[in-house]
């Protein structure tokens, strides 16, 4: 079955430190990954997309195959970072997504 | 253009009674989708439509009915709703080529309270 992990629920680190959100999926062939992000009180929007290999608010992601991994990094943690993070990955007609992470940027 | 919209934006009900969200996309996206989102649990995908007339099952179909009878709209139905089905529930739309083409969009969601 199609799976998407984020291992942590929960992620606080200081302002101007750098972030690491984790992702692993499973799947069978090269499915398409993407990072979406949820701010308060607002919807869904798509944050990064793996095939874009782009940069979007100082955060990119890395496409790991041999570790099934796309975990989304940034050097420099900002305080309007603090939002909910969702990988996902694109098959079979639908989006399937993680369990989401909370991020919470400390001042 | 409006996006992807929702109504109602929050409904508290009672243990059996009904209702039917709907969403409406203006975007003349082919695919639509319905996902809750539980605290812990994150997006669950309820079901969906590639199309016109057409809908599928996805991760958590009980409880729930669907219907895509216009392009543009996807209903979502309670026949007798049950407090395990407080949630938020979102709405979203996205071309067929999804990889290629860009991205899946949201509506702004609907807070369900069921008593």
């Known amino acids: 079955a199609q799976r998407v992990t984020q291992p942590e629920k929960l992620l606080s680190v200081f302002k101007g430190a750098p972030v690491e959100l984790k992702c692993n999926y499973s799947?069978?062939?090269?499915?398409?990954l993407f990072w979406y992000v949820q701010y308060s009180r607002q919807r869904l929007q798509l944050l990064l997309r793996?095939?874009s290999r782009e940069s979007i608010k100082g955060f990119t992601a890395d496409l790991n195959k041999g570790e099934t991994s796309f975990h989304l990094k940034k050097p420099f943690a900002q305080e309007e970072d603090s939002a909910m993070y969702y990988c996902?990955?694109?098959?079979?007609?639908?989006?399937?997504f993680g369990q989401g992470t909370r991020l919470t940027i400390n001042p | 253009n409006a996006g992807v919209t929702q109504t109602p934006k929050f409904r508290v009900l009672k243990t059996g009674q009904s209702m039917t969200l709907l969403c409406a996309q203006d975007?003349?996206?082919?695919?639509m989708y319905w996902y809750r989102q539980d605290p812990g649990m994150g997006l669950r995908l309820i079901h969906y439509?590639?199309?016109?007339?057409?809908?599928a099952k996805g991760e958590v179909p009980d409880g729930y009915n669907v219907s895509r009878l216009k392009k543009q709209n996807f209903l979502l139905g309670l026949e007798s709703a049950a407090p395990s089905q407080t949630s938020v529930y979102f709405c979203?739309?996205?071309?067929?080529?999804?990889?290629?083409?860009?991205?899946?969009?949201f509506g702004p969601g609907t807070r369900l309270l069921v008593l």
């Open positions: 979203a739309s996205s071309p067929p080529r999804l990889w290629a083409y860009g991205t899946q969009y």
């Open positions: 799947y069978s062939g090269s499915p398409e």
């Open positions: 793996h095939i």
């Open positions: 996902a990955a694109w098959g079979a007609q639908k989006l399937v």
């Open positions: 975007m003349n996206h082919e695919y």
């Open positions: 439509s590639v199309g016109e007339g057409t809908t």
